[in-house]
């Protein structure tokens, strides 16, 4: 009985360890994080693999069925076509959505950047949690504000999805005109080719929130501006009939060949969206990289997609893969989606408790790289971004560098200027690689508090100041206006000559030949060469040409379109004065007050005054050839304009890794301040190929004398044309002192030497030991008897 | 935290029984009584007397002048030397080693660590040297030894000081060669990361074992010679 009663027992024990595993490892290969709970209303997973063919019919934001062929049709509703079957209510609370509502924020992220180049702003913004970030709301922007600045990297929902109290709360937003930019799953999901984030963009721009996934994924074809419309203007009332050339309300149109016949719309989709869905908003690649020498990431070389790694369930709370998240989201699982769980089996402790291996990771070898690299450095300090070189690797970024909106309009940008890899320590006390970027934004402070600006609050402080390349491309593109074919107005100032470009501001170029100190001189510029815009001719002269005079009427024409042009246009030419009166060319002799003037310019109270002021010119030229758009003396005129607004707290501007303020002389000082410290996030991609990784060719890779990855000096970067920027040693961010890592890097030049010695060492005195315990075994043995 | 505990009860265990060692060959009251509840009382008392009276001897002054009188200073020059590197780079690694190991959670780092890796090829050529030209000196002539029950019996096994001391040396130079070869081999592209691991644990190890040689050596080679005049 006993007997029995024990193989029973032993049986029972048997079962439950089995299914102990089975349960063990369904959880680690099943989706992340508890079960979501399936109403009936929403689709479950039957186990197919397969992706079920979605032939739907689409309905628009009232719950009601679109067909294509009616008049005016609504734009199709994610929340209404997708939210039958899937749970949109869940979704909205998912990674890319729910910044706004999220509870806890996890590893810090890239930012959003706020970059306004005309102020000199680089604010970095997230709602979420992040050191050195500012919430966007703190930051003066609302839900509107923060789409319309950032809505062309947003996938819909979060901020341009804002609750009716939200809307209810922002008066002058136009919610009420725009619509809301719900969740676009298509964004992610959609297979078809016809995916245009560069349509997401301009709907974006334009203001048409509602429409913007149906013009983006090529539904149907969308046009009109919300942007354009009258802030009363409601989608029901339809087109505009009062405007049909400029405020044109939008609209969409469906190509009924495109829906069967009970108008059901076949979508293309993928259950885990394509790396190029991803890459959209997440592409990241040095400035000025030829394409076809980049290469891929070392997981998507092996046939891996972003989403094998990146899951998530209905909720969309993707899988991050740090290390630590596991225990920050409950979810035991998620540590094998980390480099080291998934390479190495072990979680954040170093426990073998994870599932190794998944899609066939490779185990490393790691040989002969000792145990505190482990310990200390995250792994993509070896594996991943660019190598550590001198002056780092500038990146864009998608969503800073508004990289991938194509079109007729460049919108990339230089700036941003991003740096990787930084290596500094991250959450996990681990040192990691690190993208990093220098804020720059002007603010006040008031109780030890700094409160960033809007830009658009600075520019209406400073008046004229920040106008100068507007100031002169308003004078460039009126006077583009009377050029002759190949022609083009010019200015040319120091070493360089400023052309017009098409956003009405001017662009700089070298102007060979000419000197630093040289005067501005207007021009015209054709085939390459400049000509003066007066040529130098005697107007008392009987022979001269008929046909300069002619064109001088033309400039004089031309300047009087100048907006907001200080006097009326002038031209002196020696002693005379030619000016445009009534349609006519008034040619008088110069008054007295004009003795000594030449060439174009506004009257003013008699005087002729120069088309732009000095100031303009000095502050172009200096910023010429150069990224900044600030100069010092800029920067001290804003702040003596905040001052005088009589808002609270003392003013200020952020650029380079200094805090810029007007000293009681009223002169510009920078000292350091939290405030200015540069802010960074980690990188994990691309990952590098194994022989590509630091350490391959050894220890010296980073410890020598002249690392670069200890020694390399970040130097503050920003919009404004300064001497006065911070510099850290890269040893600094790591926490480390730089004196040391020399020091220890130095030693690795005797490193060769010493394993020479020590393996010496080890063979006398292995050797010796052996034999003097082969004489004790041979003594005891009785073998040997003497010595 | 499990290499704290044994490294904290191996030294312990090799103090007190050091210091028993010499309480039972220089103490005549250690005889004198065959109850071991006695004895340690006994022991202990002694040891505690000992403590304080070490204690209020104790000071830099002291220390020098005893480190002044020790015979190494009247070895030839060359022999000199050898062993006063061996000496203070053993104790540099030794103390390096076991105050990170034992206080520091992070391990040993920094400055102390590329002085114990510089000190550890010190170490290493005046153990090889000594081992090659003093080696001989510890070399045992034991007798064949015949198969018998005898050879379990701790009294019949011949354990006198001199023997412990011989096997001290070469306890010592094993585990100086296991220093050795748990250095040079995480150094060279052979390990894998569980082998480092390994290497590690074996490094730390053999160096416990080498540190408990070098005091049961130490002890009984001070205690055999007269003590030093005073200063």
Known sequence: MSGVGRTSFGAAWALAAVLLFAAGAAAQTTAPGPAEPQTRKNAAWDGNRTLPVHLLPLRDENDEPIIPTETDPLPYSARFTCGPCHNYEAIKGGWHFGAMTAKA?????????????????????????????????????????????????????????????????????????????????????????????????????????????????????????????????????????????????????????????????????????????????????????????????????????????????????????????????????????????????????????????????????????????????????????????????????????????????????????????????????????????????????????????????????????????????????????????????????????????????????????????????????????????????????????????????????????????????????????????????????????????????????????????????????????????????????????????GANGRPLYVSGGRLFELDKAGKLASRNDPAAEPVTWPLAHDVRPAQQSLGWNGCTDCHSGASDLFFDTIKGAGPLLTKSVAKRSAASFMGLGGLFQRVFGLSFIVRPALKIVLGICGVIAGALLLLAGLVALGRVAGFMEKR | MLFIVVTILALAATLLGLAFHRFWTTRPEAKATILYAEIVRMFFAWLALRTVQMSRRASPRAWWAYAKGLPLWREPVLEKWLLAVLYGSFLYLAASGFFFAVFIPRGLFGYPLVGHVAAGGLFAVCLTIVVLFKGRDFVTVPKPASLSLSLLDPRKMGLTPARVRLWAFWLFAAAGFVLILSALLPMLRLLRTAGQREMFELHRYSALVSIVAAMVFAGLELFKRPRPPAA
């Open chain 1, 105 to 645: 924020s996890g590893r810090p992220g890239e930012p959003w950047l706020e970059f306004d180049p005309k102020t000199g702003t680089i604010l970095p913004l997230s709602y979420r949690k992040w050191p050195g970030l500012y919430d966007p709301k703190a930051a003066g922007l609302t839900a509107w504000d923060f789409t319309l600045l950032f809505g062309r990297d947003l996938p819909g929902g979060g901020p341009a999805e804002p609750s009716e109290e939200e809307v209810l709360a922002e008066p002058k937003a136009r919610w009420n005109v725009s619509g809301k930019a719900e969740v676009d799953c298509l964004a992610c999901h959609n297979r078809s080719g016809r995916q245009d984030h560069s349509e997401w963009a301009k709907q974006i721009l334009r203001e048409n929130l509602r429409w913007a996934a149906t013009a983006a994924s090529g539904l149907g074809e969308v046009g009109g501006m919300a942007s354009r419309l009258k802030e009363t203007w409601d989608v029901y009332e339809g087109p505009n009939l009062d405007d049909r050339e400029w405020a044109v309300a939008p609209s969409v149109e469906y190509k009924p060949a495109d829906f069967d016949s009970k108008h059901r719309y076949f979508f293309d989709l993928d259950y885990q969206p394509s790396d190029d869905r991803c890459l959209v908003c997440h592409s990241v690649t040095p400035k000025d990289a030829e394409r076809w020498r980049t290469d891929m990431d070392v997981h998507a070389a092996a046939g891996l997609k972003c989403t094998d790694c990146h899951r998530n369930d209905i909720r969309h709370l993707m899988i991050r893969g740090y290390e630590g998240e596991a225990r920050e989201i409950g979810d035991p699982s998620a540590a094998s989606f980390t480099c080291r769980g998934c390479h190495l089996g072990e979680d954040a402790s170093g426990a073998k408790t994870v599932v190794p291996g998944r899609l066939g990771a490779p185990y490393p070898k790691h040989t002969g790289l000792p145990l505190v690299h482990f310990k200390r450095l995250a792994c993509t300090v070896c594996h991943s971004g660019p190598k550590p070189r001198e002056g780092f690797t500038r990146v864009r970024t998608s969503r800073a560098n508004r990289l991938g909106v194509y079109g007729v309009a460049t919108w990339s940008t230089d700036l941003p200027a991003i740096i990787e890899p930084v290596y500094a320590r991250n959450g996990g006390r681990k040192i990691a690689p690190q993208r990093l970027v220098w804020p720059a934004f002007w603010g006040r402070r008031a109780d030890q508090t700094i409160v960033p600006l809007r830009p658009a609050e600075v520019v209406a402080a400073a008046g004229d100041v920040l106008e100068p390349e507007s100031h002169i491309g308003q004078v460039l593109i009126a006077l583009s206006q009377v050029m002759a074919e190949g022609e083009t107005p010019v200015l040319t100032a120091g070493r360089f000559i400023f052309v017009p470009n098409v956003d009405g501001g001017i662009d700089a170029a070298d102007n060979p030949g000419s000197k630093a100190g040289a005067p501005a001189v207007w021009g015209i510029s054709k085939n390459g060469a400049i000509a003066p815009l007066v040529p130098d001719f005697d107007p008392a002269a009987e022979d001269k040409d008929p046909a300069i005079e002619a064109r001088l009427q033309e400039f004089l024409q031309a300047l009087g379109t100048v907006p907001a042009k200080p006097g009326e246009p002038v031209i002196v030419v020696r002693k005379t004065l030619y000016r445009f009166v009534n349609g006519y060319l008034d040619i008088s002799e110069a008054p007295a007050g004009l003795v000594g003037a030449s060439g174009p310019g506004w009257l003013v109270r008699d005087r002729s005054t120069p088309l732009v002021a000095d100031f303009d010119v000095r502050t172009v030229t200096a910023k010429a050839g150069t990224e900044q758009t600030l100069t010092e003396e800029q920067v001290s005129l804003v702040l003596g304009a905040l001052a005088k607004t």
